[in-house]
């Protein structure tokens, strides 16, 4: 899992990081070399400007050996790799170099392209236009920059020069720096950049892999583990996750998701069971009905026969009472064999507890119980068979009523909307009716038992069949019947009706 999920998530980010990354190194080196480029040319630029002060009084006494020992000074200072000036004819005058001097340039040479665009020297140019980078072969970068020397006033009118009044350039000042200094420390933010780059990917994508780990795969890892049980046949199995995101809704979804398949296949097998039992008690039932009718006839009429034998009648006495007993055995085997459909009608719930309340309440006063009720009123009809209904009610309050002792109890009848989480659902969804006693309870071993056929908690007194009956009429009105039992405390049969037509 971890190499499908994890490590796509870790390359996909990293691919962004690295675009991201890339992007952002690019603008900000360009920017850097620019900001440092203007700087060497402001440098450079003041640089020139010195030289001309420096040299102006000199040049205007045509002191050449002073100006030259002034450039040469200046010349000698790091980072300077020469200082030039060339006359009007693009004849170098004056350089640091010595080899330099006395040579003429081509003004379309790279020193001279700047001012003789379309062959007119420009008058007047701004530095990024005065200044040029070259390389030499197998040499350092190299940026220089010139300054024209203007005519002045103080020029033409001088009695040591004659240039006339209508040149406006008469030379110029060509100083060349070294950008080896510049291009060290481009080269050392590009290095920085790359590292932080490579420790910036590494570590998201080292918190992207513990996250993914802490998050999504380790919850996920539990979620594969429940869906192997549930596939095992375990499906009471759940998963503990707590977390409100995703992860946690996806749990969520699964463990009711097992709910229901448990629910559907305890449904299922219910519903095997009694499509089996009933087929059973039908042959049974037919198989003895006629011979125990035989048996209690003959019995019956020995009985009368044996009023003035005390020795027989006796035996016939319990002949004829367990006769009837497994008669009554059979009659609930038919009854349970011959579920027919319900035959579906508006009816009130209200109404159909008030009757199975009438057919029990005599048996309860009998024993002393005590009977509440808790009939919410305007409940919405339920579409159903108000008899089947009734016979399910009657079932639970009579189970209820022989679970309590013979010293009294407390039975309560409830109706009301469907509560989940202890909340009332909105009228749209089913009623509840709820049976409470307050008897011996069952045992957990018991409740996973009490909806099959033939058992009972009752013993000699019960056939086991009154809850598989009530269990079946429910499912065939598309309901649900539930139990929460705690001995010695009592229990609470739950039944869930959906309100309109199913």
């Known amino acids: 899992m971890s190499s499908k999920i994890s490590y796509k998530l870790i390359a996909a980010v990293g691919g962004v990081a690295v675009l991201i990354i890339g992007i952002f190194a690019y603008v900000l080196l360009n920017a850097h070399r620019e900001q440092l480029i ?57 350089s640091t170099d010595p080899a330099d001097m006395g040579h003429m340039v081509d003004i379309h040479a790279e020193a001279c392209d700047a001012c003789h665009t379309a062959n007119k020297p420009l008058e007047r140019l701004e530095i990024p236009d005065r200044t040029r980078i070259f390389q030499p072969l197998g040499g350092d970068r190299i940026l220089s920059i010139i300054n024209p020397i203007y005519n002045e006033p103080s020029c033409w009118e001088s009695d040591c020069h004659a240039h006339a009044p209508t040149k406006k350039v008469l030379g110029v000042l060509d100083i060349s720096m070294s950008l080896k200094d510049v291009d060290r420390d481009i080269q050392a933010s590009q290095n920085r950049l790359l590292l932080f780059g490579i420790v910036a990917i590494a570590a998201v994508s080292l918190m992207i892999y513990l996250l993914v780990d802490r998050i999504v795969l380790g919850p996920l890892q539990k979620i594969v583990a429940a869906t192997r049980k549930v596939a095992a046949g375990d499906l009471q199995h759940k998963i503990a996750l707590t977390k409100r995101d995703e992860i946690g809704i996806l749990a969520g979804a699964f463990n009711v998701m097992t709910h229901k398949l448990s629910e559907a296949q305890r449904q ?235």
């Not at 009438?358 to 006063?365: C, E, S």
């Not at 679970?403 to 109706?415: D, H, P, Q, R, S």
Request: proline residues 3%.
């Open 268 to 502: 299922v097998f219910q519903s095997q069971k009694l499509a089996a039992v009933g087929q059973l008690a039908a042959g049974v039932a037919h198989e003895i009905n006629n011979p125990l009718t035989g048996v209690l006839t003959y019995s019956s009429f020995l009985l009368k026969r044996a009023e003035n034998k005390p020795e027989f009648k006796e035996d016939l006495e319990v002949i004829v009472r367990e006769t009837k007993r497994c008669r009554g055995i059979v009659q609930g085997l038919l009854q349970f064999s011959r579920q027919s459909p319900p035959e579906k009608h508006a009816s009130d719930i209200n109404e159909i507890a008030e009757r199975a309340l009438q057919i029990v309440r005599a048996q309860m006063d009998a024993r002393g119980v005590k009977l509440k009720t808790n009939l919410r009123a305007g409940l919405p009809e339920i579409h159903a068979d108000a008899n089947q209904v009734q016979q399910v009610l009657v079932n639970l309050l009579l189970n209820a009523n022989d679970a309590i002792a013979e010293n009294g109890g407390t039975i309560e009848l409830v109706t009301d909307f469907e509560k989940v989480d202890n909340e009332i659902q909105p009228p749209t969804k089913r009623v509840e009716i709820r049976v409470i006693d307050t008897g011996c309870g069952i045992s957990a071993a018991d409740l996973q038992k009490i909806f099959d056929p033939f058992f009972s908690t009752k013993g000699a007194k019960g056939t086991g069949l009154g809850l598989a009956v009530a269990w079946g009429i429910i499912e065939k009105h598309n309901g649900r019947i539930e139990v929460e039992s705690e001995v010695g405390k009592g229990t609470t049969f739950r039944i869930l009706l959906p309100i309109g037509e199913t």
């Open 38 to 94: 203007r700087e060497v040319r402001r440098s450079a630029d003041q640089l020139s400007e010195t030289v001309k002060s420096s040299t102006r009084y000199d040049m205007l006494q045509n002191q050449r050996e002073a100006v030259h020992r002034i450039i040469t000074t200046i010349g000698k200072q790091p980072g300077i790799q020469k200082v030039r000036i060339f006359n009007k004819d693009g004849t170098i005058i004056l």
